[in-house]
């Protein structure tokens, strides 16, 4: 069965400082990998995903991920992080490719603090 | 054009009652997704629709909980002599067909057993 692990809880960063987010899956095959982010009272938005080719991938919001198959892991980055970039943010892998759908399997999340 | 909605917002019971919880899906989106996120488990995949296949109930953690889906639009998940444990955020969400496109979440309806 597939699973994710965030081994970060919380992450509290300076307003303008770098972020890196862990994530590790544990997938048979070729996964299909994304980043979600929850801000405060909102519903979970795609910041980015991988299905095949390039493994550095670029995201909305400034975000970018790098998907290391020999680690098994998805990192998030940011290079510079706005106070707005507080939230709560989900890893997940997707089932199979080629289905028709793609149920989610999601890391436990990681909270990040931005602080002034 | 309008993203995925869900009612209530919030919907609050008593052990023992049954909900049900209204999902609409963004026009044209073959597929729609139940997830539940709670403190103690986290999100959790809970049901799946394609279409007109029959459902992927997989994620479903027992029989008190269905979900139907008329005519390949608005899905209802229903629970049935609701528990404290099911206390958490019911999340929907949509998609094209094909397991690359992206999910669209909608902001959840939180439900509260006493």
């Known amino acids: 069965a597939q699973s994710v692990t965030q081994p970060d809880i919380h992450i509290t960063v300076s307003e303008g400082a770098s972020l890196e987010l862990r994530c590790n899956y544990s997938y048979g095959a070729t996964p299909y990998l994304f980043w979600y982010v929850q801000s405060p009272g909102q519903g979970l938005q795609l910041l980015l995903k991988y299905f095949s080719g390039d493994t550095l991938v670029q995201g909305i919001k400034g975000f970018e991920a790098e998907f290391k198959r020999s680690q098994s892991s998805f990192n998030l980055r940011k290079p510079s992080v706005h106070w707005s970039d507080a939230a709560e943010y989900f890893c997940?892998?997707?089932?199979?490719?080629?289905?028709?759908?793609?149920?989610?399997?999601f890391g436990g999340g990681t909270r990040v603090l931005v602080k002034p | 054009g309008a993203g995925v909605s869900q009612s209530p917002s919030n919907k609050v019971t008593e052990k023992g009652k049954d909900v049900e919880l209204r999902c609409d899906p963004i026009?044209?989106?073959?597929?729609l997704y139940w997830y539940r996120q709670s403190l103690g488990q986290g999100l959790e995949f809970l049901i799946y629709f394609q279409g007109n296949s029959a459902p992927d109930k997989s994620g479903l953690p027992s029989d008190r909980f269905s979900a139907e889906r008329t005519g390949g639009s608005v899905s209802t998940l229903t629970i049935q002599r609701t528990q404290q444990e099911d206390s958490a955020v019911y999340l929907c969400a949509s998609s094209l067909s094909g397991a690359h496109n992206e999910q669209f979440f909608g902001p959840g309806t939180r439900l509260t057993v006493l």
């Open positions: 997940a892998v997707g089932a199979l490719q080629g289905a028709a759908g793609n149920k989610l399997t």
């Open positions: 026009s044209g989106h073959t597929a």
